[in-house]
DNA sequence: AGCTAATTGAAAATCATTCTCATTTAATAA
DNA sequence: TTATTAAATGAGAATGATTTTCAATTAGCT
């Protein structure tokens, strides 16, 4: 198949699929290609169903299967709602956060780090040792506020 | 029924149960008591599973639904974790931060909150407006550190 | 002790996720 | 190109998690 949807997201995928030996399908681009161009967090089914737009029927397996590798290579990130929902979202990068509109589930990506000034010596002094955190805002982009 | 094994968390609950006009059932409080008394963070299941050892049968319908009452007045926080899975730990007051120990799940809370001094400006000069945030963080605890 | 609305239990129903295995395909080399 | 091959997919079954339903029970009042 492979259609020609190409961006900088999709070579981006490629690249990182290739370094690990791993096959660019058309199923794995269109995932990334779905996500990057909704701009927001989709869920699953959300994906299964934009993917299927464009390929025509597609496994479910597969979407999850893509997905779970996707987040272990730092191409998308599992986001977590307040209403026990999750969804996934395109992000570039290893050490992004992400806020996310409760409204549109729009989400925006921040590179500054909130946690990373954080004095954790109050823990460490108790034994922890921090290895790593996972950090989500949540609030309302412009859009949703006007619209309210 | 109404065993004895009232202690601290047990009276919170209680509290706020009352003023919510809800009530105190064994089941709730054995649920709260489970969780406290574990120091660690549980899956539903094994919050069923120690519900059913202090009260014989009890459906698992009722542990989520009692979850999910309690995560909604913050006398429970859902943790989410790296594999995919999530937990429920105790967590008396609204505003305090999880750190989880990957190995054992252990729940350290951490009433200083890491953003709370994060200069959101570039993020509101998008027109964002920061309502809530989900932090975690994860590490090892002395003791899995000395296991390991 | 009795009343009543809230809560529970048990099982069915629903929804989400993973597994299996036969078929297809991307990547590589001839 | 074409052939080869390991990796990936699809379809549906299997599993697991969560929610719903409704009759029976119980906590929190008189």
Redesign the pocket.
């Known amino acids: 198949?492979?259609k020609d949807f190409e961006c900088t997201q999709e070579s981006y995928a490629?690249e990182v699929?290739?370094e690990k030996?791993?096959?660019?399908?058309?199923?794995?681009l269109a995932v990334v290609h779905v996500l990057h161009t909704s701009g927001k967090s989709l869920?699953?089914?959300e994906i299964h169903d934009g993917v299927k737009d464009m390929?025509g029927?597609?496994?479910?397996?597969?979407i999850?299967?893509?997905l779970?590798m996707f987040e272990d290579l730092g191409i998308v990130k599992r986001l977590h709602f307040p209403d026990?929902r999750?969804g996934y979202a395109f992000s570039q990068g290893e050490h992004v956060h992400h806020m996310v509109c409760v409204d549109c589930r729009g989400v925006f990506d921040f590179p500054e780090c909130p946690v990373e000034s954080f004095d954790y010596s109050s823990i460490e002094k108790q034994g922890f040792r921090v290895k790593d955190h996972f950090v989500q805002l949540f609030g309302q982009c412009l859009k949703c506020a006007e619209a309210a």
């Open positions: 198949m492979m490629r699929l290739r030996g791993l096959k660019s399908t058309a199923q794995r869920s699953v089914g390929l029927a597609t496994g479910l397996a597969t999850y299967r893509t779970e026990g999750h």
